[in-house]
């Protein structure tokens, strides 16, 4: 895994850009996008920039199970306040999370997703280890499921909603596998609180317990860290 370090999440956004960028200028079409601050900065370099998505589609990882997608809480809403509705692209994919048949939604977006191979796929990390919203546990087989939200990860998003009542327990999220298939990936982690993480993706072992370590047997990861996550290095 190449490891970028950073002054800031600003410059973290930078350097982020500045892959997308090559991959694009070498014919990527299909991104994969990821919500929460850590790509907050990636985005707003997009937004600024003047390079056309027009042609391209997204994907993103996750979606929180009984938000709607003007909720503001919502992933849907999250990417369209901060990138889609500054940069459109062909197609944007995200999770319904108001399906009535959930097991249905997931197959139809695993579906999509074998239909096309996410060029560059964007990550951040919980700080129990998950990617998207694939808890320790999950099977590095997994493909795109339903799951449980683990209580480190509602209390970590709670910061979010007004109430712990409101976080959601459930989610939609592309497995291990899923994000595995694309053919390159770019973490991104600042602040630390995700100094031990780090720490234990880069040097420990590759278990179902820490799901990104899964990321150790994919050949073309980037992770990007500010100096706080890189303090336990
Ligand atoms: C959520 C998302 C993850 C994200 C994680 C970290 O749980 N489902 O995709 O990586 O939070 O978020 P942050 O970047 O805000 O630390």
Redesign the pocket.
């Known amino acids: 895994m190449n490891v970028i370090k950073v002054k800031d999440q600003v410059a973290g956004g930078q350097a982020a850009f500045k892959l997308i960028k090559q991959a694009i200028e070498a014919g990527a079409q299909v991104l994969g996008l990821?919500?929460?601050?850590?790509?907050e900065t990636l985005y707003q370099e997009m937004v600024n920039s003047d390079l056309d998505f027009s042609n391209m589609l997204a994907f993103n990882?996750?979606e929180y199970v009984g938000l709607a997608a003007d909720n503001e809480q919502s992933y849907h809403y999250f990417m369209q306040e901060h990138l889609f509705k500054f940069k459109p692209f062909k197609a944007t994919y995200i999770e319904n999370g108001l399906a009535k048949d959930l097991e249905a939604e997931v197959e139809r977006y695993e579906q999509l997703l074998q239909a096309h191979t996410i060029d560059v796929q964007i990550?951040?990390?919980?700080v129990n280890g998950?990617?998207?919203?694939n808890e320790p546990g999950t099977s590095f087989d997994s493909l795109t499921h339903v799951t449980n939200l683990t209580e480190s990860?509602i209390q970590?998003?709670k910061r979010f909603f007004n109430d712990i009542s409101e976080v959601p327990t459930k989610?939609l999220?592309m497995g291990i596998k899923s994000i595995l298939q694309s053919k390159q990936i770019i973490l991104?982690a600042y602040g630390k609180a995700?100094a031990p993480i780090i720490k234990r993706l880069l040097s420990g072992e590759v278990t179902e317990e820490v799901p990104a370590s899964a990321l150790q047997k994919h050949p073309n990861v980037t992770i990007i860290i500010d100096e706080e996550a890189a303090s336990l290095l």
């Open positions: 990821a919500t929460g601050s850590s790509p990882l996750d990550l951040g990390i919980g998950h990617i998207g919203f990860t970590a998003n989610a999220t991104l995700k």
